[in-house]
């Protein structure tokens, strides 16, 4: 049982660049989310995913789009990177929306 | 976007000694949770609490969802070398039958001096 994973582990990009950071769960979860950490401040949800098949917004949406490839894949495309997207990713998964949310190891971004 | 206010923002203990840590809202949370998150990784859960006046323990921490579902607190007793790291409060409200993501603090940075 690997939990979730990440990947890549780390990045770098030029501003306008675009990629796509992957998360894969093997615990049967239901839901699964993205939140970005920056310096000094805890994580802000990205966007999350309740169910396969459906996607809604978090706090801090802009820039960024999700795909729910199937109920253990949950990915975040950078269409064009900027500087204000360096930061750290966290993918997470929960039974339901209301469950504890277990993470993975992240990955770091850093756009120049 | 909201975010819960953490305290204290650092901590210098010596090994042995008790910690306290504490989060506050402006408004209700339904679940209050305690993470931990070490250098390079993400965070790891304590403690959850899911309803007001809860007080739990997991080992030598102890943590309390606040009677007015705004606060909670989380305790460490007798400080270990591996304590440290960086302590985070969550809190997550539920609306028609599910919820969204979590809201956290800033986080706690815990240093333990030998």
């Known amino acids: 049982n690997a939990g979730v994973t990440q990947t890549p582990k780390f990045q770098v990009l030029k501003t306008g660049q675009s990629m796509t950071l992957q998360c894969a769960q093997d615990?049967?979860?239901?839901?699964m989310y993205w939140y970005r950490q920056d310096p000094g401040m805890g994580l802000r949800l990205i966007y999350y995913?309740?169910?396969?098949?459906?996607?809604d917004k978090g706090e801090v949406p802009n820039g960024y789009n999700v795909s729910r490839l199937n109920k253990r894949e949950f990915s975040l495309r950078l269409e064009s990177a900027a500087p204000s997207q360096t930061s750290v990713y966290f993918c997470?998964?929960?039974?339901?929306?209301?469950?504890?949310?277990?993470f993975g190891p992240g990955t770091r971004l850093t756009v120049l | 976007g909201q975010q819960l206010n953490q305290s204290p923002q650092s901590m210098f203990i010596q090994e042995g000694e008790d910690v306290s840590m504490n989060c506050t809202s402006s408004?209700?949370?339904?679940?209050w949770l305690w993470y931990k998150q070490d250098p390079g990784e993400g965070p790891v859960l304590l403690i959850a609490?899911?309803?007001?006046?809860e007080l739990t323990s997991n080992g030598r921490l102890t943590a309390q969802f606040g009677i007015t579902r705004k606060d909670s607190f989380l305790n460490i007793s007798a400080s270990i070398p591996s304590d440290v790291g960086i302590y985070f409060c969550?809190?997550?409200?539920?609306?028609?039958?599910?919820?969204?993501?979590?809201?956290f603090g800033k986080g706690t940075h815990l240093i333990i001096q030998p």
């Open positions: 969550a809190g997550q409200r539920y609306s028609g039958g599910g919820a969204d993501g979590l809201t």
């Open positions: 997470a998964s929960s039974w339901g929306t209301t469950d504890t949310q277990y």
């Open positions: 995913s309740a169910s396969e098949g459906t996607t």
């Open positions: 408004s209700i949370f339904n679940t």
């Open positions: 615990m049967n979860h239901n839901s």
């Open positions: 609490l899911y309803k007001a006046g």
